[in-house]
């Protein structure tokens, strides 16, 4: 069992924000995919949990990264491991929201966020990318939202980050189209995760249908990067929510989300 994930066959997957929710969903499923692992996230202790047990569950050998993104020390600890000459699948999922009106947010906290959504997922690409392209073989999933979609009244900093997200990802993946080397924007809507209670979002108005698991979306993820798909919106009620997003006239997407945003 042990070669399955020694990253001899799959090569090694570096995951940001693999604690929990959807990174961890992404550790398991490439650990069952033969890939070896890089699991970065602040959490130790759940990182060297996580360890044990892909390591009990599927062989798998799990290089513990513990690091905060935010700061620029660790950042570039990340980076050159990013940059070695076995990673061939980056998942850039580290990320937080915040919610509320802008002019009560803390402005240090919002900093951060940029930091980490934005900042970050750009130099760990650029450092994962020229490896990648001269072994002709590779892929990055950044993790980006529906929110991307539209203007986010209420998570208005969040909201652009990930259009952000999506912008320079497609951006990114046109660049390097014909390479051997995919690069996937993941917009999920909302995850049975920690994100909502981190960011402050009340869930209860919103109905369980809404939701999906985060082993749905890493599925939908991983599908699509086998395809070699810029754009993975996992679920049919996300596609269209984001297809209407698009399409509608951009004054009246804003009144939409900023009606719902004050409901929550």
């Known amino acids: 069992m042990a070669a399955r994930g020694d990253g001899s066959d799959r090569g090694v997957a570096l995951v940001t924000g693999a604690s929990a929710g959807i990174g961890a969903a992404f550790a398991d499923r490439l650990a069952r995919q033969g890939y070896g692992l890089v699991a970065v996230a602040r959490r130790g202790d759940r990182l060297e ?44 999922n580290a990320g937080f929201g915040t919610f509320g ?9 919002e900093e951060e966020e940029i930091a980490l959504n934005v900042t970050a997922l750009v130099r760990l690409t650029r450092a994962a990318l020229p490896g990648m392209l001269a072994r002709k ?8 939202s529906v929110a991307a979609y539209q203007p986010g009244p209420f998570n208005a900093t969040y909201a652009a980050t990930k259009a952000f997200v999506n912008s320079f990802t497609e951006a990114v993946h046109e660049e390097v189209r014909g390479s051997g080397v995919t690069v996937q924007t993941l917009c999920p809507g909302f995850t049975h995760t920690e994100f909502q209670g981190r960011a402050g979002v009340n869930t209860r108005q919103i109905p369980e249908r809404a939701f999906q698991t985060p082993e749905q979306v890493v599925d939908a993820s991983l599908a699509a990067l086998r395809r070699g798909r810029a ?28 009606a719902v945003g004050r409901r929550y």
């Not at 509608?248 to 009144?255: D, G, Y």
């Open 231 to 258: 754009v993975c919106i996992p679920g049919l009620h996300n596609k269209a929510l984001a297809t209407v997003s698009s399409k509608s006239p951009r004054a009246l997407v804003r009144r939409v989300a900023g």
């Open 101 to 109: 009106p802008l002019s009560g947010l803390d402005a240090d906290r």
């Open 137 to 144: 073989r590779g892929g990055i999933i950044n993790v980006s």
């Open 49 to 92: 949990a996580l360890a044990g047990t892909l390591a009990a569950g599927h062989g798998t050998r799990t290089e513990v990264l513990v690091a905060d993104l935010c700061a620029p020390g660790d950042l570039r600890r990340v980076e050159e491991r990013a940059a070695g000459h076995d990673i061939t699948l980056l998942v850039n």
